[in-house]
């Protein structure tokens, strides 16, 4: 089966730096990596698609990169800030052609002031 | 903006009760998922449907069921709740092409006693 793993299961960060979360992909490349933002007690909200192609999107103060020789997807939220503590979920599709998604753990991040 | 609403944020059942849970998205999207998520082990897919009267299995399905009668609506059943099927259930939906992101409800925490 496909796996996808984040590493960390907490993260601290101060204000006002970067933010760079890690998710590790096993088997073949997927399609496509996604990064979701959830916070407690709610659904997770969807924030960036990555291609296989890509090397790299950005949106805003979120950048994604994706490796494909490490395996890696990095996820970096810039000038970070209070409200932007939460955890985040990494995805890949879960086969060729998948509807599905195979999500990590998660990566609780906390930016303290 | 996409919205997935489900029935109830908070649900107390009994052992032994059949359980209804309702997630209603209103973007027209083919796909719809059930899943779960519990401390430790993340998200896992329950069940999913990628048209009316569609359904597949994920990765837990014992003991629950799906009804999609309509495109909008997706229907999870626990037919004889347990307590360990204690947990968050999160509904989404997405587009049918492979690798769009999902979009997710607000949750059901659902305790059985």
């Known amino acids: 089966s496909q796996k996808i793993e984040q590493n960390s299961e907490a993260l601290n960060i101060q204000e006002g730096k970067t933010a760079t979360l890690t998710c590790n992909y096993t088997?073949?490349?997927?399609?496509?990596l996604q990064w979701y933002r959830q916070d407690p007690g709610r659904g997770p909200v969807f924030l960036l698609l990555?291609?296989?192609?890509?090397k790299e999107k950005r949106k805003e103060r979120l950048k994604v990169t994706f490796d494909t020789t490490l395996k890696q997807s990095l996820f970096h939220i810039t000038a970070s800030q209070p409200a932007d503590s939460a955890t985040y979920l990494c995805?890949?599709?879960?086969?060729?052609?998948?509807?599905?998604?195979?999500f990590g753990k998660g990566t609780k991040l906390s930016v303290i002031p | 903006d996409v919205k997935v609403t489900q029935s109830s944020r908070y649900l107390v059942k009994r052992t032994g009760e059949k359980v209804f849970l309702e997630c209603v998205q209103d973007?027209?999207?083919?796909?719809m998922f059930w899943y779960r998520q519990d401390p430790g082990l993340g998200l896992r897919l329950i069940y999913f449907?990628?048209?009316?009267?569609?359904?597949e299995k994920g990765d837990i399905p014992e003991g629950y069921s799906v009804s999609r009668e309509k495109k909008e609506r997706f229907s999870l059943i626990l037919e004889s709740a347990s307590t360990n099927q204690t947990s968050m259930y999160l509904c989404?939906?997405?587009?049918?092409?492979?690798?769009?992101?999902?979009?997710f409800g607000p949750g059901t925490r659902l305790t059985v006693t």
């Open positions: 989404a939906s997405s587009l049918s092409a492979a690798g769009g992101p999902q979009y």
């Open positions: 088997n073949y490349s997927p399609a496509y």
């Open positions: 990555i291609r296989e192609n890509e």
């Open positions: 995805a890949r599709n879960s086969g060729a052609g998948s509807y599905q998604l195979t």
């Open positions: 973007m027209d999207h083919e796909n």
């Open positions: 449907s990628y048209d009316v009267k569609m359904k």
